[in-house]
């Protein structure tokens, strides 16, 4: 036998002591795996979304961080609306006269090229509509360059994919300007196929629809986002639902002018009649400029008096260094505490036995055992206990992981699988673990060398 | 001579500070395979004299010999390993440890040795005590008779040059008694162990063809009590 069947079978032979100490050292370890897996997941998927493969978002003014989590993150309370000819300043190249031609409408100065263009030379500018849902999900009314121009992933190289069905078209011989394409969880949760028809609902989760619905034409691959949870809409056929005209305003007071919110005539589902542009309104733009210019425009949208740019990764790196990394690094602490007290707890459950240990620990010394024998037992013992209720509560805290995917999921679209390896701290674990139950056995370790052999005999 | 003590002193001190003598023995010497029992009263020493021929125990001076080799003086590690390497000790109370079966207590002994550990030899053992078939029992599924022929296995794991018995068989029945003594005596000859036991019983010394009495060899033991003046 050696020294480690020893240890082992001491702790064996105490099988209800044993199991409380484990039990107890699990239970910490498992909150601090639980807590290093959320927070991993959570930090992991803002920073990833953050990535979105845009540089500014362009929004009325307001909450900076508001109009990210509603536009990336699909949270929040959606912000105010900014005109449709605010977002075609922003086209490349041509791209406002373009478009002035697709849509039809009143716009001043049709002939001149967008006043921020010359900054978005091979990039682009992507219209958001927001504030409706499908049953419980975003409704995001946009263009199809969402799926065609932007990617996904940790390096945003992944472009979006169907596992059934295509992206919606700006407007198709079969369903006209009404077609949508959901995200996986959307039409898990929904039971939704390609064909299946979806409404918005008026602006809140439990809102009356609309009465024209949309045809799903196509089903996002998960991607681990938040467009896992989004409902996309063709935004020409969005801004043919009842309540999405914009009102005139009037241009000093800024006030709508009543009996100007009304829909051009449409003879059917089908007719190629748009909402001109005058009448329309956008929640957000994504925008990639060209090079560097994101910093310049940034700056200049800022000056302005109804719009707003905001970097979505500067938003989030500030979320997460101001709330999120202490929140866990808080929360890490006072898990951490649990563990120690845990610790605590295998000390005195070996220090305890160490009074009825004393003559076994004696015998053994009369058998031959040296001192450095009976503190190496005593320490294996500790360490036992320390890495086997470590090792079932790092278990049990990747166990529990998936547990939470009820509530971390609807806000980081993120879910959490068996393993998830989140947290660059995790390595750490198990040399925490030595290190702990290393610690705890020292006490216990120095009475049983300090056994008088002679008198416990 | 295997074991060869001269001039031993050992005492113990008192509350009051005063150390009290408890062993002064200035020769004693036991040769290779020879079986020695030694008497005395309760409380005269004879304990402690084992636990310092062991090595359990520090003297206060003098010499213990142990083929040869001085064994006062040396380091408590070193004490350890003369200990497991030479000697064997058969307690009064057993002493096995509870969580081992009979055939690891006996394992253990080797273990703590520092020697490869001979399973056969161990299984051996305890087979020459009567215990094949319950090699595999803890102390607790064992009887007391049972018990102590396991610890005399395990004293002998190691062939030890030197068996240490003290009181074997104070805690066992009449007739158990005798039948441990024979074992303990039959195997010490057939291992060429030499013996020293001690015992309070009069069957046990009759045994013996050498009978020491501690309170012969102990000046300690013969030096008047003197009171304290008050």
Known sequence: ?457 | MLLEIANLKKSYPEPSGRRIPILDIPKFELAQGEQVVLRGESGGGKTTLLHIISGLVEADGGSVRLEGVELIGFSESRRDRIRAAKMGYVFQTFNLLPAFTALENVRLAMTFAGRAVDVARAKELLARVGLENRMHYLPSQLSVGQQQRVSVARALANRPKLLLADEPTANVDPANQSRIIELIQSTCRAENVALLLVTHSDDVASRFTRVEQLGELNRAAQQPVVEDAV
């Open chain 1, 1 to 457: 036998m050696n020294l480690f069947a020893i240890a082992l079978r001491n702790v064996f032979y105490r099988p209800l002591a044993s199991m409380l100490t484990a039990t107890s050292m699990a239970l910490g370890v498992a909150l601090v795996v639980l807590v290093l897996t959320i927070s991993g997941v959570i930090e992991k998927s803002l920073e990833r979304t953050s990535n979105v493969g845009y540089n500014l978002i362009i929004g009325a003014k307001g909450s900076p961080l508001q109009l990210v989590f509603n536009t990336v993150f699909f949270l929040s309370k959606p912000v105010e609306n900014i005109p449709y000819s605010y977002y075609m300043e922003y086209l490349p190249g041509d791209g406002r006269q373009r478009e002035r031609e697709r849509i039809g409408g009143e716009l001043k100065d049709p002939e001149r090229s967008g006043l921020y263009s010359f900054l978005m030379k091979g990039g682009f500018a992507i219209p958001l509509c927001m504030g409706d849902y499908v049953d419980r999900f975003r409704c995001v009314a946009t263009t199809p360059d969402y799926f065609e121009l932007l990617k996904h992933g940790d390096a945003n190289d992944l472009p979006y994919t169907f596992s059934s069905g295509r992206n919606f078209q700006d407007y198709s011989e079969e369903h006209g300007f009404f077609e949508a394409v959901v995200g996986a969880e959307v039409a898990e949760s929904l039971n939704l196929k390609i064909g299946s028809e979806i409404f918005a609902s008026h602006g809140a989760e439990s809102g009356d629809t609309h009465a024209q619905g949309f045809a799903v034409v196509g089903i996002l691959n998960r991607t681990g986002s938040p467009n896992d949870r989004g409902a996309f809409v063709n935004i020409e056929g969005f801004y043919l639902l009842e309540g999405h005209v914009a009102p005139d305003r009037d241009e000093d007071s800024g006030l709508e002018k009543a009996g100007t919110a009304t829909a051009p005539e449409r003879s059917s589902k089908l007719s190629k009649v748009r909402l001109p542009i005058e009448k329309r309104e956008v929640t957000a733009i994504l925008l990639k400029p060209s090079g560097f210019a994101a910093i310049g425009l940034e700056k200049q949208v800022n000056k302005t008096k109804f719009a707003q740019a905001v970097s979505p990764i500067a938003q989030i790196e500030g979320l997460l260094g101001v709330f999120v990394r202490p929140l866990r690094w808080a929360l890490l602490a006072l898990t951490s505490l649990v563990c120690i007290v845990s610790a605590i707890s295998i000390l005195v459950s070996i220090y305890n036995s160490m009074n009825e240990r004393k003559k076994d620990i004696a015998i053994m010394r009369a058998l031959g055992a040296s001192r450095d024998h009976i503190t190496i037992i005593i320490l294996m013992e500790s360490l036992m206990l320390a890495l086997a209720g470590g090792l079932v509560g790092w278990l049990v805290g990747h166990a529990l992981g998936p547990l939470s995917n009820p509530w971390t999921m609807p806000a980081t679209g993120v879910r959490i699988d068996w393993l998830s390896f989140n947290s660059s701290l995790e390595p750490f674990i198990i040399p925490g673990l030595v290190l702990v139950g290393t610690l705890a056995g020292v006490i216990p370790a120095v009475a049983a060398y300090r056994t008088p052999v002679a008198k416990s005999l």
